[in-house]
Structures are given as structure tokens and as C-alpha cells.
């Protein structure tokens, strides 16, 4: 190596870095710049965004220097016409190269693993005892559970998660078949649901609207399916909400007597196509999955109803409806529909729904 190839070389060295500069300040201007994630909906989530656009500003001059060495040296290092039966230069280890390209990634990753650990920190931490919510959060193939405890101490699940803005709400996650993973992407939050654990997480919801809650994890055939909704309500709708909820539920567990009239007086006339096309707060509405003319759905999650339920008595629908896996209709997999509409409808809400259902499909 004479001294004419040093000189180039180190111009070209130069040039090398001066566009992996240039190139490393307009990466991390796009990765700033791009929207990566939804809204910022609980207290967590600006303290995750922030830990993220650090991680984006140190690795984004990471993978340009990675880069242009790669790239440096392919093309200086490359083997020229005539050199084909040479053995390359003998070189030896560069103990201060060596030192350096160890300690800057070195120092690099303790100093963003303990930036990383005082956020998680920080988001964990609990608020004042007797200042959260609970919510008993249960994932199966394919559905999401969501168990509260009422003022009076009373229990009831719902299909639809409800929080309260603006209060700190901490989710006990739980399995009862395999791995599903709790999610709702405006909060910035996630965890695995494994069977025989328990996990969690708490956030405080900043925004009142409606969120999706997500199966994050491969589950099987209805995982794309395992999508509910998270309500976040003002303190005063959520109050209103539980005390709804409570005394439904304890109208709703009373035996069923009299058929329809047990589910309580004000239940008496159940619209059974707003209940197919709505939902009713708790359970999912029909229409999100079943196609029905009558009712103007048009979801192909589940099988379309006009043909599968033509002609099928009430019986039959209501066992399709409370026991859906009972008999699984040609193209659909077993379980992927909820199975536990009969505890999320009303014994009167379902008498409603199939007689709906039963005059709708009626040829
Ligand atoms: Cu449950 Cu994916």
C-alpha cells in the first residue's frame, strides 16, 4: 500500500462520513416527523412516545454508521482486476479501534436501558391505596372478559371494557386456554394473558371515547377476531354505568320464573333488532360479524345469517346464539364467536333477539 492510495482513501473516508452525517440528520428528522403511533390516550402514553423518539434519534446514526461502513469498505476493499490469486493484506487488531467500537455501544445501551427502566418505572407506579379501579381481565379463544366489583361488593363481567377518565384503573390479566396478549393501542399498553399467571398492568385514561381492545398474540384461527371495545367515561357516566350494571346483573341472576317478565319491569319490550344492530352495552352487537338483510349488516365475520338461519326455528336459534359452538356452520372455525351471550344478554334480551332474529329470516 503506497502513499498514493493512502491519500484517496482518506478522502473517500471523509466524503463517507460527511453523507452519513448528512444522511443520519434527515433520517432522524423522518423518524420524528412520521405519525407512528394513534392518539396519546392515558398518562403513559407521552412518557412512552418520548422513550421512543430518543431510541429513534440514538439508533437511526447507529444504522448509517453500520451502513456506510458496509458500504466503505466493499467498495474500497473490493478485489480488482488481477488480484484474483492474491492473498488479501495481513492485518492485524487495532486495540484502540477495538476499544472504541466496544465502549460507544456499550455505554450507548446501559445509558437507554436505565432511561428505559425509570419510565417503567415511573408508569408503574401505583397511586394513593383506595385511588384505582380493578378490572379482572380474562382472554379465551376468542373473546375478552371483564370482571368488576360493584360498590356493594358484588360481582359482574361484561364483554365491553368501561374505565373511568382521568382515574388510575389496574387490569389483573388472566388465560383460560392459551397465550392472548391485552392491548389497547391508545394507552401505549400491553401484556401477555398466560395461562396459570396472573399479570397486569395500570394506566390512567386521559380521553373519554371509544377504544379497540386488541388480541396482540397469535391464538388461533378467530385471533383477528379478538377485537372488543374500550369505553373510557367521565367519573359521573362511569358512576352511572356501575350502579346500572350492578342492579342489571342482579335482575338478570334472578331466576327466571316467569320467562321474559323475570328480567325486570323496565325490560318488558326489548327491541331485538336495535339489540342485533347495537349490542347492548355489554354484549357485542350481531351485526358486528353476522350479515342480515333486514337489519342492513353486512359483516363477514361469522356466517351470513340470511342463509344459514332461512326456515330454522326459535329453538334453534336461540341454541345458536347461547351455545354457538353446538353446531358450526361449513367454512367457519369452532370458537370464534363469543360463547357466553347468555350471560351478557338478559334472559328477556334474548327471547327478544330470536324472535327478531326468527321473523327476519322467515322466507
Ligand atoms: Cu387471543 Cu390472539
Redesign the pocket.
Known amino acids: 500500500m503506497g502513499g498514493e492510495t493512502r491519500k484517496p482513501r482518506r478522502e473517500a473516508m471523509l466524503l463517507t462520513a460527511a453523507i452519513g452525517l448528512v444522511l443520519s440528520a434527515i433520517g432522524i428528522v423522518i423518524g420524528l416527523w412520521i405519525d407512528w403511533f394513534p392518539i396519546q390516550g392515558s398518562t403513559q402514553a407521552e412518557d412512552i412516545d418520548t422513550l421512543w423518539d430518543v431510541l429513534v434519534i440514538c439508533s437511526v446514526p447507529v444504522f448509517v454508521g453500520v451502513t456506510a461502513v458496509v458500504l466503505f469498505s466493499a467498495r474500497e476493499f473490493r478485489q480488482k482486476p488481477g488480484e484474483e490469486h492474491l492473498d488479501g493484506p495481513p492485518i492485524h487488531g487495532n486495540t484502540k479501534l477495538e476499544i472504541v467500537w466496544t465502549a460507544i455501544p456499550a455505554v450507548m445501551l446501559i445509558a437507554l436501558c436505565g432511561y428505559a427502566a425509570v419510565v417503567l418505572s415511573n408508569i408503574e407506579e401505583a397511586p394513593a391505596s383506595g385511588q384505582e379501579d380493578r378490572v379482572a381481565v380474562t ?1 379465551e ?2 373473546t375478552w372478559t371483564f370482571e368488576y366489583t360493584a360498590p356493594d361488593g358484588k360481582k359482574f363481567s361484561t364483554n365491553q371494557l368501561y374505565v373511568e377518565q382521568g382515574k388510575s384503573v389496574k387490569f389483573d390479566v388472566r388465560s383460560k386456554d ?4 391485552f392491548w389497547v393501542p391508545q394507552w401505549r399498553l400491553k401484556i401477555d ?1 398466560v395461562p396459570g399467571v396472573t399479570t397486569g398492568y395500570r394506566v390512567t385514561p386521559t380521553r373519554t371515547g371509544v377504544y379497540p381492545v386488541v ?6 384461527l ?3 377476531f ?1 377485537r372488543q371495545s374500550a369505553h373510557v367515561l367521565t367519573p359521573a357516566r362511569f358512576d352511572k354505568w356501575m350502579t346500572d350494571m350492578a342492579a342489571k346483573k342482579a335482575a338478570g341472576a334472578a331466576p327466571a320464573a316467569g320467562g321474559t317478565a323475570a328480567a325486570g319491569g323496565e325490560t318488558a319490550a326489548v327491541d331485538g333488532k336495535a339489540l342485533f344492530t347495537d349490542g347492548n352495552g355489554d354484549a357485542t352487537a350481531c351485526g358486528a360479524c353476522h350479515t342480515l338483510a333486514d337489519a342492513g349488516t353486512e359483516a363477514a365475520t361469522g356466517p351470513n345469517l340470511d342463509e344459514v338461519l332461512a326456515g330454522q326455528d326459535a329453538a334453534a336459534i336461540k341454541t345458536s346464539i347461547i351455545d354457538p359452538n353446538a353446531e358450526i356452520s361449513e367454512g367457519f372455525g369452532e370458537g370464534i364467536m363469543p360463547p357466553n351471550y347468555g350471560e351478557t344478554l338478559t334472559p328477556a334480551e334474548i327471547d327478544a333477539l330470536v324472535k327478531y332474529i326468527a321473523d327476519a329470516t322467515k322466507k
Not at 178 to 181: A, G, K, L, M, S
Not at 215 to 220: I, K, Q, S, T
Open positions: 382472554g379463544q376468542f392459551v397465550i392472548h396478549d394473558a388480541c396482540a398474540e397469535l391464538c388461533g378467530g385471533h383477528a379478538m
